[in-house]
Structures are given as structure tokens and as C-alpha cells.
């Protein structure tokens, strides 16, 4: 089983940056990934980014290529996304969850165990 807790949404200007954080504890193998969704108000939830423990190979959706940045520190068993040039389009609540194999498509994959999710709201 897998406990995670998101960490670091708020309320930031377009343009800003922000780093959220996803904070895992319980199996961490190396078959476990770990991936970064949003859902903005009135819309479903999309997939953003997904990286492996253990090689730390990352995917991204396409729509999320350029701005965001997902990375991790194995010693902290956390998870980051790193967003910049926030738009109000970027307004939404970001998930982290975890997974465990090796899917064909990390947007598709089963994700097990979710976090609460963290607000990000940008103003214009």
C-alpha cells in the first residue's frame, strides 16, 4: 500500500511558478510510479505527468510538455511538479497518485492509491 499527501497548491499570479510536492510513504519499489493529474472546475480530470522510482523516467501528456516538470527525490520518497508560467487556465486541483508495473500508457494506467489533492488557483 501506498499513503500520499500533496502539498504546495495556493494562489498565484499568471506568470508565477509553483512547485508542488507529493510526499509518498509505505511501498516504494522499484515497480512503483507515480503521476500528477488535474481537474479544473466542470471538467475531468486529466493526466499530466508520471515518473518511475526507480530510473526516474518521466512521461508527460503532450498539452503538459514545456511548462511542467516533474522530478523526484528518492531519498525523501517524494514526488515534484514544477509548473511555470502559470496560466488561469492552470487553475484547477492537482492529484498525485501511485501505480505499480510497467503500462503502455502512463495517462491510462491504473492508479491505486490517490492523494487529496492540492487547490492551484491563478489569477489573472
Known amino acids: 500500500q501506498v499513503h500520499v499527501v500533496e502539498s504546495g497548491g495556493g494562489l498565484v499570479q499568471a506568470g508565477g511558478s509553483l512547485r508542488l510536492s507529493c510526499a509518498a510513504s509505505?511501498?516504494?519499489?522499484?515497480?512503483?510510479?507515480m503521476g500528477w493529474f488535474r481537474q479544473a472546475p466542470g471538467k475531468e480530470r486529466e493526466f499530466v505527468a508520471a515518473?518511475?522510482?526507480?530510473?526516474?523516467?518521466?512521461y508527460y501528456a503532450d498539452s503538459m510538455k514545456g511548462r511542467f516538470t516533474i522530478s523526484s527525490d528518492n531519498a525523501k520518497n517524494t514526488v515534484y511538479l514544477q509548473v511555470n508560467s502559470l496560466k488561469p487556465e492552470d487553475t484547477a486541483v492537482y492529484f498525485c497518485?501511485?501505480?505499480?508495473?510497467?503500462?503502455?500508457?502512463?495517462?491510462?494506467?491504473?492508479?491505486?492509491?490517490w492523494g487529496q489533492g492540492t487547490q492551484v488557483t491563478v489569477s489573472s
Open positions: 515518473i518511475r522510482w526507480s530510473g526516474g523516467n518521466t
Open positions: 509505505g511501498r516504494t519499489f522499484s515497480d512503483v510510479f
Open positions: 497518485a501511485a501505480g505499480s508495473g510497467y503500462p503502455r500508457n502512463y495517462a491510462y494506467a491504473p492508479y491505486d492509491y
